[in-house]
């Protein structure tokens, strides 16, 4: 990866020249220091051109004395002095502006003030000193790398960026994904400073938000019609707005610079409108919220990974190019959500971070907020949702799961159904060929929305809303012969989830069988003969696969993304994919025998199927490949007495990382079941016990 970064140069004056009225900001130099020690010593040994030689008499309030640098930052100061710096300067390897009888004269340029605590609080943000950050691989990539590369001069290509901002590019943060977030916001947000500081009005997490505290109805207040992103409590300086500069050289990307491709040349069946420049890895933009961008690298870097369906490059080019198209839009908060809460809960579960009393006031449920906002006016700003919404409302499902089943999800998955509805494929005679006529942004919609529906139905013990869509779009196997996989139209589900399409199918109708059983049961006019009947239906179904399965091939990932290296498992070989396959294919049959036997372990069809599932996941080297099979295992260790496979199953859960995602959720409903059975006996129904216990838990 070749990333563009500015050496350090200490800026050393005399004391004649310490009257300077200019802002430091015009001469900041780069303080991603390699060592604390290199640090120190460059510190020690640089003066400020905007410093007095005279010494104020110290005292302990930081707001009254201390030098300007940590009075300026409302921070308090030791004051203790080594060289012309004092030590928290040093610690933080930031600039000490010193000490003087009376504050400089570029001081009262409220402007200047601003952007130099904005540059201050960017480059601890880029050094990873801010509790709470995200600080992406390749920013301590950058970070570690030692002596100037070569840069490459580019101009800006701006995709919504307002009119009253402007973009120096002195000024101007330089990594970035190619992205222009395009709007004049205070860029270097951190959750401390929004929980604690009240530095931006009206932000969700700041003291004086009232933001969470509106009710639900609000969103839909016809007087939030027109969405501004940038209203008030985004903006910094109202006007032109003048960037701090990161001590970087300025590199703007410029589209029409680039060798010229093709107009439909495509990247794995998807088309691309942006093209990097053949050097880079990571083309670097200018970028007015150089927060947001990192939220939206780290996404990319640590983040998708954890779940199929959003690993897959099929999906992650489908997002990037979203957010390029609109870098304000719904799916970039949504994918920053994700981003901050990943973080977050990586670093509480590694003993780095305490846990967060106020998760409702922090930078996820923000960002959270943000996109949950976008969605709920879309319909009344545009007049209707498109795919770009429903990608957007499947991460903020995945925001839930994430987050430990902490959200709601019926809402926003609603918003995905909503839109299946509107743009009519239910109703189409062939809705098969209409999907395979969507952009691929909306086949995936499609897709995903098709996945998530049909497993929130195990949770919701309803069928899934469009069965009878999903029915004409699944009916034909995924295991169909078809050697001309090439010209597939639209992803298998295989692809996508790692199940099958015709096995993604029998679960949506176990569901509904198991629905239809509970309302006939309940009219008392349950037919047991009709009941076995369809139940063979669907199991002979399943049973028929041919002996070798056609997988379809991952496309390439953008090339402006990370590339993933040798080591990186994110999407499975054929053989992984082909186990998956199986296990997700008896998890069905076995999700089926307890809709026809209920919920009982000592039926010889449970248990076998139970001992079919333990010996396939056995297989399977544990992995992260583990979190695409939460529902096999789950299903699998509720419906055993045997010690053994609950300690296995149970254990497959716990050698993850149950800090992210619905793991511990999962391993609770597991053992909620075993209790109630091991204590009472009898039948105990593990869907129900979910919809008691684990709200808002979707076996993704």
């Not at 990608?391 to 902490?406: E, K, R, T, W």
Request: with cysteine; glycine share 4%; aromatic share 6%.
């Amino acid at each position: 990866m070749t990333l563009s970064r500015r050496s350090s140069k200490s800026i050393s004056t005399s004391p004649a020249t310490s009257s300077s009225s200019l802002s430091p900001i015009s001469g900041s130099t780069s303080l991603m220091a390699g060592s604390s020690e290199t640090s120190s010593k460059n510190s020690s040994a640089r003066t400020s051109p905007n410093r007095n030689a005279i010494d104020l008499p110290r005292t302990q309030v930081a707001s009254k004395g201390g030098c300007w640098t940590c009075r300026l930052r409302r921070k308090k100061c030791d004051e203790q002095r080594e060289g012309d710096s004092c030590r928290t300067c040093i610690r933080l390897t930031i600039e000490c502006l010193g000490w003087g009888p009376k504050r400089p004269e570029w001081m009262r340029d409220k402007q200047a003030v601003e952007a130099y605590k904005a540059d201050i609080k960017a480059q601890l943000t880029r050094a990873g000193l801010i509790r709470g950050q995200p600080r992406s691989s390749m920013l301590q990539a950058q970070a570690a790398t030692a002596g100037p590369t070569r840069t490459r001069s580019m101009t800006t290509h701006r995709y919504s960026a307002p009119a009253t901002a402007t973009n120096s590019p002195s000024s101007s943060p330089s990594l970035g994904l190619g992205l222009d977030f395009g709007f004049s916001i205070n860029p270097y947000l951190d959750p401390h400073h929004l929980r604690h500081e009240g530095l931006l009005p009206g932000v969700p997490g700041a003291s004086n938000s009232h933001f969470h505290q509106l009710p639900s109805a609000s969103f839909s207040d016809p007087h939030l019609n027109d969405l501004d992103l940038n209203s008030s409590y985004f903006q910094s300086p109202p006007t032109t707005t003048t960037l701090p500069n990161l001590g970087q050289e300025s590199n703007e990307y410029d589209v029409s610079a680039i060798t010229h491709f093709p107009q439909h040349q495509q990247n794995g069946g998807f088309e691309f409108n942006v093209h990097p420049p053949p050097e880079l890895n990571f083309p670097v933009v200018s970028s007015q919220n150089s927060i947001q961008e990192n939220h939206v690298m780290y996404y990319f870097e640590n983040v998708r990974s954890a779940h199929f369906l959003f690993a897959v490059n099929t999906t992650t080019n489908v997002v990037y190019s979203l957010i390029v198209q609109e870098p304000q839009g719904a799916v970039t908060n949504a994918v920053c959500a994700l981003a901050s809460l990943h973080f977050t809960r990586k670093r509480v579960a590694e003993g780095l971070e305490a846990p967060d009393l106020n998760p409702d006031h922090s930078t996820a449920k923000y960002f959270y907020d943000e996109s949950y906002f976008q969605l709920a006016n879309a319909q009344q700003i545009r007049g209707h949702y498109n795919e770009s919404d429903v990608i957007a409302a499947l991460h903020l499902v995945y925001f839930s799961q994430m987050s430990g089943g902490s959200m709601d999800w019926m809402p926003v998955l609603s918003i995905a159904l909503d839109w299946l509805a509107q743009i009519g494929l239910p109703e189409k005679e062939d809705p098969k060929s209409v999907l395979s006529s969507l952009s691929p942004a909306a086949q995936i919609a499609v897709k995903g929305t098709m996945w998530m529906d049909i497993f929130a139905s195990l949770s919701l013990m309803r069928p899934p809303k469009h069965l009878l869509l999903y029915q004409r779009l699944l009916s034909h196997s995924a295991w169909s012969i078809d050697t001309n996989l090439t010209h597939s139209v639209s992803p298998q589900m295989e692809t996508l989830t790692g199940c099958p399409d015709d096995v993604m199918l029998a679960i949506a109708e176990i569901s509904a069988l198991a629905h239809w059983k509970s309302m006939e049961r309940i009219k008392g006019t349950l037919n047991y003969r009709d009941l076995i009947h369809r139940g063979d239906d669907i199991e002979q179904r399943l049973r028929q696969r041919p002996e070798t399965p056609i997988f379809e091939e991952d496309p390439p990932l953008h090339p402006n993304l990370l590339q993933p290296s040798i080591t990186d498992i994110i999407f499975p070989n054929q053989e992984v994919r082909k186990l998956l396959a199986s296990i997700f294919r008896a998890t069905a049959l076995l999700y089926l025998h307890t809709v026809l036997h209920d919920s009982n372990p000592g039926v010889s069809d449970i248990s076998a199927s139970v001992n079919g599932v333990v010996q396939l996941v056995h297989q399977l080297l544990p992995s992260n490949v583990d979190r695409v099979i939460v529902f096999p295992i789950c299903l699998a260790a509720c419906m055993t007495d045997d010690r053994m496979h609950r300690d296995f199953l149970k254990g497959r859960i716990q050698a993850q990382d149950e800090s992210i995602g619905n793991l511990m959720k999962t391993r609770l409903l597991m053992e909620a079941v075993w209790q109630k059975r091991d204590i009472q006996g009898g039948t105990v129904d593990w869907r129900e016990t979910m919809r008691d216990q684990a709200s808002n838990l979707i076996l993704l």
